[in-house]
């Protein structure tokens, strides 16, 4: 069984550029979180998702940041005219349902903005 | 606001020692307490976890300390080896609402020294 898988691994955007970073749940997995982890940071929640739903944007930045989980696919999110403070490792988990509570986390993509 | 704070930031231990990690959390409605364990370039994976109902929970070497009154809880590693290197962060979720949003502490560096 394939763990949670992202691509890219590394990405490196000129600011204004725009950053598409996937994630692929574990199979059977409905349910996925994405996470930012500064330098020097723990990890901070971004938004939560199922299939064609955001459930929680919360955490996730008022402009440029946008998620989806769409029916079939990978989950995305989306940076749009990244600035050198978007810089950061981007992590996703997956979990089966909110009926347990353990979230499996993906190797994550590090964003570098130029 | 930072509500879970994580302590030591960084740790050194010698091989065969006992390391402490604690933790401390501010609201309530959290009601469960994951251990994550990183290491460089990859993501978090799940080391323990343990919820309110007990005090104490314990695998293999591995073994949190729950104290519900005070907020508090704590990561042992007895025997500590090497090959424990690594960043460990606490965090925290409320199952209220079936939104299992993880809360992380800052992390602790650990060094296990041969």
């Known amino acids: 069984n394939a763990g949670v898988m992202q691509n890219p691994r590394h990405l490196v955007r000129r600011r204004g550029q725009e950053a598409r970073l996937r994630c692929s749940p574990m199979?059977?997995?409905?349910?996925v979180y994405w996470y930012r982890q500064l330098p020097e940071e723990g990890l901070k929640f971004m938004v939560y998702l199922q299939k064609e739903n955001i459930i929680d944007e919360s955490g996730m930045p008022k402009e440029r940041f946008s998620a989806e989980f769409p029916k079939e696919g990978p989950s995305i999110l989306r940076i749009q005219q990244v600035v050198r403070g978007d810089s950061a490792a981007y992590f996703c988990a997956s979990q089966v349902a909110p009926i347990t509570d353990t979230q499996y986390f993906g190797p994550g993509t590090r964003l570098t903005v130029l | 606001q930072q509500q879970v704070k994580q302590s030591p930031q960084s740790l050194i231990v010698q091989k065969g020692g006992i390391s402490i990690i604690n933790c401390a959390y501010e609201n309530t409605a959290f009601d469960y307490f994951p251990w994550y364990q990183q290491f460089p370039g990859k993501g978090p994976a799940l080391l323990i976890a343990i919820r309110p109902d007990v005090s104490e929970k314990k695998e293999g070497r591995f073994t949190i300390s729950f104290n519900k009154s005070a907020k508090q809880f704590s990561l042992h590693i007895m025997d500590s080896q090497p090959g424990d290197s690594a960043t460990y962060f606490c965090a925290a979720s409320s199952s209220g609402g079936s939104n299992y949003k993880l809360t992380f502490g800052k992390g602790t560096l650990l060094t296990v020294n041969p």
């Open positions: 199979k059977g997995h409905s349910h």
